[in-house]
């Protein structure tokens, strides 16, 4: 009797989450990627006009970040995240040239508030207490409609920070999700919040270790293989189409759905997914950063909201940028250079750089997107969702995305 099949389509982050999850149990596993390589969203790719690998985008996560600090210490990569000893975030304000770090302490008791040296300059403690309001329970809400969107301390630390994690602008937001990041991560303290950086590359954290892992456990992993049709019968998926083959998909065999919600949407008829989405700008610049640059450095008005020094390249990450979307290449990268050249003090003509837009990084974090969103298990009993667009609880980030492979994966464990 042959052993029974998950196919898991798709070899994003959400797709090698589940693979990894299930991988060397009783099934045997199948990755289907329509893409030549895994990853999706979040990977490294050699850079002809740079001469060097750069990320897809920069990726910052934080040391609460659970399930994605598990998949690497699965695939044994966790030693790629570099960041500092203790939560510490370096920030600049262009409009007012001040610099400052931010430093909460690391027990749940927020006694940082209280020291003028670890706040944000120019607020006080009970400025802080405002975002308490985020964190009663109630109905799902606009952050504007719950707190206070404005002010210092909104401008150079609520905005950034919500901003960064959910990529809509932060007032008209989903105050459920805002909420589930803050209790994740800085109410749990600075042990929870500690920014981490994959230093070598999304690729040498996440892809590579992952498929390296899978192919030890025997895992088929099958590239430019894009799933044309799903076909559904009798409450089951029965069949997978890819075009050029059919597979018969037998009673005890599974799927795992872990495409784009728009992909998912052509192929499960009536599922209902987020529709809106919000762009993001990262930009790339060939040169290497000053010895004093902070390794990621938060800046507040300006066009540019976060800049990492990697050790032969300076990255910076817009988000919620659907408004450059239309601004020339070569204008937005010398936009973008006289800000960093500003607040790394580097003065250097435009070095060689690279501009990588996503008009869909992620979906809108808004209400009415988040309500879009659907579970992991669909009507049909051997097919699941994941994805960070998935009901995770999370917005759209790298733990989301993982979180949403590993249930995927515990509903398909469970289910036998």
């Avoid at 898991?8 to 990627?33: D, K, N, Q």
């Avoid at 262009?94 to 302490?105: D, I, V, Y």
């Amino acid at each position: 009797m042959n052993e029974p099949v998950v196919h898991v389509v798709g070899a994003g982050l959400a797709g090698l989450a589940a693979a990894v999850r299930l991988a060397g149990g009783l099934r045997e596993i199948v990755l289907h990627e329509a893409a030549r390589q895994a990853g999706g969203r979040c990977r490294s790719y050699y850079d002809p006009a740079l001469g060097m690998t750069i990320d897809n985008g920069n990726h910052l996560l934080l040391s609460g970040n659970h399930d994605a600090r598990k998949f690497l210490t699965a695939i044994g990569s966790e030693d790629q995240l570099a960041g500092p000893p203790q939560a510490e975030f370096a920030f600049v304000d262009l409009a007012t040239k001040e610099r400052w770090r931010l430093r909460p302490n690391a027990a749940r008791l927020p006694w940082w508030i209280f020291s003028s040296l670890r706040r944000v300059p120019g607020t006080g403690p009970f400025d802080y207490l405002g975002l308490l309001r985020l964190l009663v329970p109630g109905k799902d809400a606009p952050i504007g409609a719950v707190m206070r969107c404005g002010g210092l301390l909104y401008e150079r630390l609520w905005r950034p920070f919500f901003l960064a994690a959910l990529n809509t602008e932060p007032a008209e937001a989903s105050s459920h999700l805002a909420a589930a990041v803050v209790r994740e991560t800085l109410a749990k303290g600075g042990r929870a919040c500690r920014p981490l950086v994959a230093a070598q590359g999304l690729s040498a954290a996440f892809i590579a270790p992952a498929l390296d892992y899978l192919v030890r456990r025997g895992v088929k992993i099958r590239f430019d293989h894009r799933l044309r049709r799903l076909e559904l019968a009798n409450g089951h998926a029965v069949a997978l189409d890819f075009g050029d083959e059919t597979l018969q998909l037998d009673a005890a065999d599974n799927v795992v759905l872990a495409v784009p919600p728009y992909a998912a949407q052509g192929l499960v008829p009536g599922l209902q997914s987020p529709e809106d989405y919000r762009a993001i700008v990262n930009a790339h610049f060939k040169i290497a950063p000053p010895r004093n640059c902070p390794a990621i450095l938060g800046i507040v008005n300006g066009t540019i909201e976060w800049l990492f020094a990697f050790p032969v390249r300076l990255s910076v990450t817009i988000s919620g940028a659907d408004r450059l979307l239309d601004v020339p290449r070569e204008k937005l990268a010398e936009r973008i250079w006289a800000e960093v050249a500003e607040v790394t003090r580097i003065e250097k003509p435009l070095p060689p750089w690279q501009i990588v837009k996503e008009k869909r990084a992620t979906f809108a974090a808004t209400v009415d997107e988040n309500a879009r969103r659907p579970g992991a298990r669909t009507a049909y009993v051997n097919l699941v969702l994941a994805g960070d667009w998935t009901a995770t609880g999370l917005p759209a980030t790298i733990e989301g995305a993982i979180r949403s492979g590993h249930r995927a994966a515990g509903l398909i464990a469970a289910s036998h």
